[in-house]
């Protein structure tokens, strides 16, 4: 019998980058297929060429034995191929039926049969295990749900083979148990399903087998059952990697940040500590007020009420520049948006909120030599890539602008450092960078805030952990004595374990 | 040819290039349409443009539409760069001028070394303080700076009128005009020295112009100008806070660079800029300020905008600009046996061609970047 997907040596260019170079990938008919690599190894070119997006410039490409030569959307979605974006496809608005039949809507005469399509989505959710409500407004859903639909919709044009492109990054640890199981279920009605993931965890969770992609090249293809989180890690990144990270006991000193009865947009007040020398981690599933935590507590939202001092000084209605006076180190959510200027020098992005300070400006005018010294010095520290200052920060892969954005916190010598989400969307490699940097500003004396959905990196780091679930602390664990499963059930709004 | 295109000025200098060959084109075809041979147009174009002064004539002319479009473009570019449009250029004009007007006329007895810079100042104070009101709304109210600048413009028109047909009328004309200003302010023509000539710095006198051109020393400003406003924008701290929250508002505001000065201050300079441009039409041109003078050359202002983007919102970009538009005036008045409109044909080609142009780069470039 023919493999569900073959590609073979595949190659494709593009001006300066070489995205491919003799790729293979085999994706027997009903397996769960995994697809790993760094940022920027090939992943997304690979399926865009199956997707028919983009024309392989060199390779062969068959789809159930048949050979593609027409490299369209149309085409590949007639052979049988569906993508589910990462970044859902959806009118919120909507209902799930009217999403899910968008484009080839049910008609009576010449209107919309609303309950054809109802009855189409419920049919097709109970025949692959994906219960979700047809008349459900999609802006109403969990994320979760909106992934199920997002899913129904590539399986009601017919997909037989279904990709997924990083399909936990959304999603609470819940939410990917549920996916997993939705993914055996496909693979129980004979889908082929290929995931896209730079996560070990649920590589390791979910798939039987995995092809690794590293530089454009493929590096290999295994059965899951043959290989532990190190040696996919080795395989990505070319080298081993530590994962336990080193840890010495914290030996906390006195407060740096005091917040108490916090409270601002979906914050309902909060009170905590962080002191000097030790890493409080802050969990929860996103939308439980971190992000109005990390933004009272770098100046970019004003307290509705409560206070916050930094080393002493009220800052809960002040600006970022206060904040960054009184010693704040921030790693923002949204590096992008927030940490740093796209279309900036990585240069200038290294003194970026820095620029005022006497070595960057001399009466006025910006002491280029400096900069460039400097950003020479934290490039080459940081290891950024490519090394060249003067690269726009938007020509850098996530993971490297991520180093920038650390690299110029971390160069405040900052006595308090929120780091929100420091990791997400980066790389293996940068991901044990970051780490490492963060504990380091735990050694160092620095009284650090860990806001992440990450559990695994919460555990990982944090000396203590507190639990946020609407708005408020449900519950303060100890590091060492937290596990993920509590945690969760502290996260949805149970009581501790 | 790889390297070539990869390089970061091409994406800059390559549409405009592209924009102006495809304009070109595009004319020569309208003419053909019009039943006319384009080379024998051009031709005819070549031999209007060399009688009487010759070459030396059209260059002056050329230098004298292009003044007012630096100033003005320079100004739509510095507002541009903190992610504003600032489309009040009219406006700013109008009451940087009459300011500059009213200062050249009060302070009439002044000697030229000190005259000259107060009559500068009153038309940069002038045109600032009028884009500070669109600033100011947009950074402490929200209110959108196009709108509010559009106002302005009729507003501006309206209080010069009622000043200079009112309080600071000249004699007892018709005309709505102000006094003249002092010897001490005008700007000598490029031509006009050094016989006869009132020349402030004489030294600069250019023989080469003839001297009933209008092109003034106030494309000495108006350069001098373009490096301030480069220097400024690339060199200075307050230039990098400027550029920083035109390319990303919300990173500057976590960096803590504060977002309402930072949008003030760029309105101010980009309306001291338009109202700098007057100086050419009163201290240079005219010596003084009269409405319907003033009011034909602050539609200049508009130009300004298409001269910002095809050069680029980059001053060394802007002076070609400005003379490319300078010279398609000129082209106007050496045009035979077809219709002027031609002229304005051509401007807006440009401007789509560039428009469209720096769409294509741009895409092109983040094709590369996404592979």
């Known amino acids: 019998m023919a493999a569900a997907v073959e590609m073979v040596g595949i190659e494709k260019r593009f001006p300066r980058v070489v995205a491919n170079v003799g790729v293979n990938l085999v994706v027997e008919e009903g397996e769960i297929h995994a697809l790993a690599g760094e940022n920027g190894a090939g992943k997304s070119t690979l399926m865009k060429i199956l997707c028919g997006l983009h024309a392989p410039d060199a390779g062969v490409v068959r789809i159930f034995g048949r050979e593609v030569t027409d490299f369209r959307p149309a085409a590949a979605i007639a052979a049988g191929i569906g993508m589910v974006h990462q970044h859902f496809m959806q009118v919120p608005t909507l209902t799930v039926a009217e999403n899910v039949v968008l484009g080839e809507e049910p008609r009576r005469g010449p209107f919309f049969d609303r309950r054809r399509a109802e009855e189409r989505v419920a049919e097709l959710g109970s025949r692959f295990g994906l219960p979700v409500d047809p008349r459900a407004r999609i802006e109403d859903l969990p994320v979760g749900l909106q992934q199920r639909v997002e899913i129904l919709k590539v399986l009601a044009r017919g997909a037989r083979v279904l990709i997924l492109d990083e399909p936990t990054a959304v999603l609470t640890p819940q939410e990917s148990e549920s996916l997993y199981a939705t993914l055996r279920s496909l693979k129980s009605q004979g889908r082929t399903v290929i995931f896209i993931s730079h996560k070990l965890r649920e590589v390791r969770a979910a798939a039987d087998r995995l092809t690794v992609l590293r530089r454009g090249r493929t590096v290999g293809t295994v059965p899951i059952g043959e290989v532990d989180e190190a040696k996919i890690a080795e395989m990505m990144i070319g080298r081993p990697v530590l994962f336990e990270i080193e840890k010495t006991p914290a030996a906390p000193a006195g407060a740096v940040l005091e917040v108490r009865d916090l409270a601002g947009g979906r914050l309902r007040g909060v009170t905590f500590d962080v002191r000097a020398g030790e890493i409080v981690g802050v969990a929860g599933v996103e939308g439980n007020g971190q992000s109005e935590l990390v933004e009272i507590l770098s100046g970019l939202r004003q307290a509705g009420s409560g206070t916050a001092r930094l080393r002493g000084r009220e800052l809960s209605r002040a600006g970022p520049a206060a904040w960054f006076e009184a010693g704040l180190g921030v790693i923002p959510e949204d590096r992008n948006l927030r940490g740093l200027i796209g279309e900036m020098s990585v240069a200038d992005n290294l003194i970026l909120g820095r620029h005022r300070q006497p070595r960057y400006s001399r009466a006025g005018i910006v002491a280029g030599a400096a900069r460039d010294a400097d950003a020479a010095g934290l490039v080459e520290r940081f290891d950024i890539r490519p090394a060249d200052p003067r690269a726009e920060a938007e020509s850098l892969s996530g993971g490297n602008r991520q180093k920038v954005v650390v690299a110029r916190e971390l160069s405040r010598v900052p006595g308090l450092l929120v780091a929100a989400h420091p990791t997400r969307g980066v790389d293996v490699g940068a991901i044990e960078f970051i780490h490492r940097s963060i504990l380091a500003e735990r050694a160092r004396g620095a009284a650090v805030l860990l806001v992440s959905s990450e559990l695994p990196e919460i555990l990982a780091l944090a000396d203590r952990i507190l639990v946020l679930c609407g708005g408020a602390i449900a519950g303060e664990v100890r590091g060492a004595e937290a596990t993920e499963r509590g945690l969760g059930v502290l996260m949805t709004g149970g009581a501790p374990a | ?371």
């Not at chain 2, 031709?43 to 002319?61: I, M, N």
């Not at chain 2, 001297?211 to 001098?224: D, G, K, T």
């Not at chain 2, 000129?330 to 560039?354: E, M, N, T, W, Y």
């Open chain 2, 1 to 371: 040819m790889r390297a070539l295109l990869a390089h970061p000025w091409t994406a800059r200098i390559g549409p405009p290039v592209l924009a102006v060959a495809c304009a070109a084109l595009l004319g020569a075809a309208l003419v053909a349409a019009l039943g006319q041979n384009p080379f024998g147009l051009a031709g005819r174009v070549w031999g209007e443009a060399t009688r009487y002064h010759g070459l030396r004539d059209d260059a002056a002319y050329v230098i004298a539409y292009a003044t007012p479009l630096i100033f003005t473009g320079l100004g739509v570019a510095i507002a541009f760069r903190a992610g504003m449009f600032n489309i009040g250029g009219q406006g700013q004009v109008m009451i940087g001028g009459i300011l500059c007007g009213f200062v050249g006329w009060k302070l009439a007895a002044w000697p030229a070394w000190a005259l000259v810079p107060a009559c500068f100042a009153a038309a940069a104070a002038g045109g600032a303080a009028w884009a500070s009101i669109a600033g100011a709304l947009r950074a402490w109210r929200g209110s959108h700076e196009v709108i509010v600048t559009i106002m302005l413009n009729v507003l501006a028109v309206a209080l010069t009128e009622t000043l200079a047909g009112g309080r600071w009328k000249s004699g007892a004309g018709m005309m709505s005009q102000l006094p003249d200003v002092g010897p001490g302010a005008r700007l000598p023509r490029l031509g006009a020295w050094p016989e006869g000539s009132t020349s402030v710095v004489p030294v600069l006198g250019i023989p080469v112009f003839p001297a009933h051109v209008p092109a003034n020393a106030a494309i000495f400003l108006a350069l001098a100008c373009c490096v301030a406003a480069w220097a400024w924008l690339w060199r200075t701290t307050r230039g990098f806070e400027l550029r920083a929250t035109g390319l990303g508002p919300e990173a500057a505001r976590a960096a803590g660079i504060p977002p309402r000065t930072t949008l003030l201050i760029a309105m101010a300079l980009s309306g001291a800029l338009a109202g700098l441009a007057a100086t050419d039409l009163v201290m240079g041109q005219k010596g003084t300020w009269r409405q319907d003078d003033g009011l034909a050359f602050a539609g200049q202002a508009f130009i300004g905008i298409a001269v910002a983007l095809m050069g680029q919102n980059h001053p060394a970009g802007i002076v070609p600009a400005a003379l490319l538009f300078g010279a398609l005036q000129r082209l106007a008045f050496l045009l035979s046996g077809v219709p002027k409109d031609l002229v304005f044909i051509l401007q807006a080609a440009v401007i789509l061609f560039v428009v469209c142009g720096n769409e294509i780069f741009r895409r092109a470039l983040s094709r590369r970047r996404a592979a």
